[in-house]
């Protein structure tokens, strides 16, 4: 009985009674009246030019490269970190798949992953939400995103149609649809009530090692218990209602730029309404894109070899996208909420697996982070021959959601010279 399928399968959650003291820290300020925090966490595919990425200088005032410039009006809500990567996480583009999870080696044989940061996050702090985190897909279909991960090293599939995530966030079904789903959720807790009785029958006579491993798994289906009641909660529970109307999906996969700019639109609902506080985007093209002045597959251009013609064509595919990033967060800042902002609330990590996609090589990775009450408007360099691991942001973005751990994956600290407010 693999108890994150039906995690996957009802996707909602509803906080139920219980005392301060135990709750999270995050989680009692938003009891508290205090907005909540939230993550949002975006990979992309192919890279970023490191020369084009990284600015010179390191602290306050540093000089913005290129694409950073694209980001004067939020440069004192950003952070640029250079000198940072997965330790042993190599193999080119197969180094996606570890992006948020920091685990080893993923194109070597006998490979399993491990979770990934927003299903840590999700399964700790998504209680408070219709939705634990929302795991989403933008731009090409030929390669879906294999962004998150369960703890059992399982992928979680991500929606890749704006409309669908629209569906939902905000669409109730009908009163025998919901029904419906609330008679398959009475089954799915009947089965598991089938599975912990039968787990209890096999603890008579078993050694202690094999009743530590059973008590851990009958936590786990106590654990998954809780959550089929929660989600019965949430399924008599109305949905938001928002002014904004079901987005078009944009059919042609070609368009990148546009599916994210629908997708980036999803997540700001998502977060205005407090329909989950986590959430994950691939944002992918590798073939043909549909941008003025490129005419030849993304992919292809990222092994410039250095020619002029090449790398034009690149800086444009990569500038568009950082436009629809910069866009998101400006309207994030545009949104007021309790004395500030929704930006000032959210975490916005962007960054990509592979430094330089050109020699495929997955150091100096090129990641920033945006919002969520840090001291920013920082470049925060690290060692480009040793780097430090991503992993200590992750830290430091857990405890900021109010989740009390000092490390994850190869983090084993939170990142130095990122302060909280």
Known sequence: MNRRYFLRASGIGLALPTLDAF?????????????????????????????????????????????????????DQLSVFSGLSHPEVDGGHHADVCFLTGAPHPGGSGFRNTISLDQYAGERIGIQTRFPSLVLHAGAESHKSWLSWTASGVNVP??????????????????QEVEAQIEKLKVGRSILDAVNDRAKTLGNGLGANDRDKLDEYLTSVRELEQRLVISEEWEHQPKPKVSVPMPEDIKDNADVVGRARLMYGMIKLALQTDSSRVISMKVHSYDRV??????????????????????????????????ELRDFLLALKATPEDGGNLLDNTMVLYG?????????????????????GFRHGQHLVFNREKNTPLANLHVSMLQKLGIETDEFSSGKSTLTGLEMT
């Open 352 to 372: 990509t697996h592979m430094g330089d996609a050109n020699r495929h090589s997955n150091d100096n990775l090129p990641v920033m982070m945006a919002g969520g």
């Open 290 to 323: 549909k941008i003025e002045g490129v005419d030849q597959g993304h992919h292809t251009l990222t092994h410039h070899g250095n020619r002029p013609e090449a790398l034009a064509q690149l800086r444009t595919i990569e500038e568009a996208r950082l436009c």
């Open 23 to 75: 709750l999270p820290r995050g989680l009692a300020a938003a009891a508290a009246g205090i907005p909540p925090q939230r993550m949002v966490l975006i990979n992309a595919s192919m890279g970023l030019l490191p020369k084009e990425f990284f600015p010179e200088g390191a602290g306050r005032d540093y000089q913005p490269s290129r694409y950073l410039k694209l980001f004067s009006e939020v440069r």
């Open 158 to 175: 991500a929606e890749d149609r704006p409309s669908e995530v629209y569906k939902r966030l905000f669409l109730t079904g009908s009163p």
